[in-house]
């Protein structure tokens, strides 16, 4: 027995100066028979084997905690110490299965089974938690998780085969608990970093959003600036003019050139002005690029948001692609109108809910508006269309949400309400 | 119609009484200006006792209660009322003001076509409080859009139908597709004869059916949509086709 138990022993510990990378000392080796070998030895004999085993793996644990300085010592214990039952396990059942039974054969099939799973478990596994970076929480969860299964491993080996019934059954019981609560706990910690993730993608948008509205921003003052310049030569202008009392020129001049300027500047930022009350940055930087769009393409738009807003009960990545393509289809119908208006309000009702109003003027009396939902119909031509079919399928998931589409007095007009 | 007229400045308020008389009162003999105010307390006071159709109001009143505020105070006490607001700046808060106010229009003082949009404005109105004297709002299905309520007469409606998911109704008739929340049943007591619920998620208008395929049980409207009918309303739906052409309906 004494023969036994000191092969084993020696191969655990050999195993774990070999996992650990450690190279071992006169000194360790030492402490290793004082602290862990002669102890187990002695609990083994005198208690029971529980014990003794449990002795083991705390003693050896912090041992080679000392060793290694380093909390993957108690995990690659218990590690070892499973793959030890397993391959054992394992190679009886070969031996069973073909009814040799021979001890030298084995012995081989565990030798060949363990060290292959040591080697796998060395060369693959512990590089891969490492690269991982694993919190001390993760940590102590896996620490935490390997001792449950070798107890269960251990219980199964010296429980099971003696027991009656009763105890049997509560054993099981309890294998059967412990192992539904590591579930739990395994899905519960994927699904906050699932979590986490969305998070961090949310911000990423939001980012990019305020990254567009500061540009427009910036755009807005280089062009006040702009205008700041041409004031002085503006003002000469109009000096010219009322020194040689040219009413006529004068009242042209006026008309023509400042009320003009004044229209395409002035009108940005009083349009930048009222996104003020809009207190969501990612619908910022979206109805900022929009307004900025509109102008480039010389199309007037109105932005209507009176009262300040700070949420919506909306996947804010659905409502930003939404609204993209609401308002992309509304400047593009409206483009072809001479002296058209784009306007959108964004307004707040009872109970936290909105209502986003988007009215573009429409020129074809016979607009069908039976079909414009399906996918690729467009008034524009084959391989397009796409987008109010997509702004139906996202809102289909939102039982909060309703869309009007509907069509007055010449008028397109979407309602959408987010309750 | 009653008419009150709500306006600080003298000029404009002669303005607006002139054009009023000469393009109304002679044609429509129930239109009255029942009150000309310079300030919304004296609307305020008269509403106390009487009651008007068609409010005319100038929102920047240069008073403590300006005039979304009294045209709020109006609304409140009577939801049908017709309100139109006249602005000396641009329509900048057009669509606030008919969805939060359920304002009817909005007029600017400095256009040039004021007096036509005004006119074209009230003969809307004058339209409105006649289909509510003659009670034609029990032939139109309501659906509420922030604090506005539109009114589709039952005429344009092509059918009900519910949502995939939970709760939702749509609605389709002639100019456009509705959503709201309801459900097929309550929605079945507010209609007449001519809507028949033909299958647990349609309620469709007879009148405007196309033609029906047994093989396939659908139901073609005639604006090209696909309704479904059941196996079990379909004698009912054979029906009440049939009567309903011997009916018409406005």
């Known amino acids: 027995m004494l023969f036994y138990i000191f092969r084993d022993a020696t191969l655990i510990l050999g195993t774990l100066f070999y996992l650990l990378t450690i190279r071992p000392t006169i000194i360790m080796l030492f402490q290793s028979i004082t602290f862990v070998i002669a102890p187990f030895y002695f609990l083994f004999s005198y208690t029971s084997m529980i014990i003794a085993i449990g002795y083991f793996v705390i003693a050896a644990s912090f041992l080679f905690y000392s060793f290694k300085r380093s909390i993957i010592a108690f995990f690659d214990v218990i590690v070892v110490l499973i793959l030890t039952v397993f391959s054992n396990n394992l190679a009886l059942l070969i031996n069973s299965q073909f009814a040799i039974n021979s001890t030298l054969l084995e012995t081989l099939l565990f030798i060949i089974c363990f060290v292959s799973l040591i080697i796998i478990y060395k060369t693959i596994v512990k590089k891969k938690l490492s690269s991982l970076c694993l919190s001390s929480k993760m940590q102590l969860f896996l620490i935490f998780i390997g001792t449950l299964t070798l107890g269960m491993f251990y219980l199964n080996m010296f429980f099971l085969g003696v027991q009656d019934n009763k105890t049997l059954t509560t054993v099981n019981f309890f294998i059967q608990i412990t192992y539904v609560l590591l579930i739990v706990l395994a899905v519960s910690l994927l699904v906050t970093n699932l979590n986490k993730i969305q998070a961090i993608q949310q911000k990423e948008v939001a980012q990019q959003q305020f990254f567009e509205y500061m540009q427009v921003l910036e755009q807005v003052n280089t062009d006040m600036q702009k205008f700041r310049h041409d004031y002085i030569n503006i003002l000469m202008s109009l000096q010219n003019y009322i020194e040689d009392k040219d009413l006529q020129g004068l009242k042209q001049y006026f008309y023509s050139d400042i009320m003009q300027l004044e229209q395409q500047t002035l009108f940005q930022s009083k349009m930048i002005g009222t996104l003020e009350n809009l207190q969501i940055v990612e619908l910022k930087g979206l109805l900022s690029s929009k307004l900025l769009l509109a102008n480039r393409l010389q199309q007037k738009i109105t932005m209507e948001i009176p009262h300040t807003i700070t949420s919506v009960h909306m996947n804010l990545i659905d409502i930003t692609r939404v609204l993209g393509i609401l308002i992309d289809n509304a400047i593009e119908a409206s483009v072809a109108i001479a002296d058209s208006v784009v306007r959108i309000a964004i307004l707040p009702s009872r109970e936290q809910s909105v209502v986003i109003v988007i009215d573009n003027p429409l020129q074809d009396a016979n607009f069908n508006i039976s079909t414009i939902f399906e996918y690729q119909s467009s008034s524009k031509g084959d391989m397009r269309g796409i987008g109010l079919a997509n702004v139906r399928g996202i809102l289909q998931n939102y039982p909060n949400v309703t869309l009007n589409t509907r069509i007055e007095k010449n008028h397109f007009i979407q309602e959408l309400q987010i309750f | ?250």
């Open chain 2, 1 to 250: 119609m009653k008419i009150v007229i709500c306006e600080d400045d003298a000029r404009q308020r002669k303005f607006l009484q002139s054009t009023i008389v000469h393009s109304f009162l002679f044609q429509f003999k129930d239109i009255e200006i029942v009150l000309i105010a310079s300030n919304p307390s004296e609307v305020l006071a008269y509403l106390k006792e009487h009651r008007a159709d068609c409010f005319l109001l100038d929102i920047e009143l240069q008073h403590k209660i300006n005039g979304l505020e009294l045209a709020n105070a109006i609304r409140s006490k009577d939801p049908l009322a017709t309100i139109i607001f006249i602005t000396t700046y641009s329509d900048k808060l057009k669509l606030t003001f008919t969805y939060k106010v359920a304002a009817l229009d909005f007029i600017v003082k400095n256009e040039p076509n004021v007096a036509k949009n005004l006119i074209d404005t009230l003969h809307i109105a004058y339209q409105h409080h006649q289909n509510i004297h003659a009670q034609k709002i029990d032939v139109s299905f309501q659906v509420k859009i922030g604090e506005y309520t539109k009114i589709i007469p039952f005429h344009d409606i092509y059918y009900f139908a519910t949502s995939p998911n939970a709760h939702k109704i749509e609605l389709k008739e002639k100019s456009g597709v509705y959503e709201f929340f309801s459900n097929l049943t309550d929605i079945e007591q507010q209609l007449d004869d001519r809507f028949f619920r033909c299958h647990r998620g349609y309620i469709v208008n007879l009148q405007h059916i196309q033609k029906i395929d047994s093989t396939y049980r659908t139901i073609t409207m005639k604006n090209g949509t696909i309704c479904h009918y059941s196996f079990r309303y379909k004698k009912a739906l054979m029906n009440a086709l049939s009567s309903t052409s011997n009916n018409s309906f406005e």
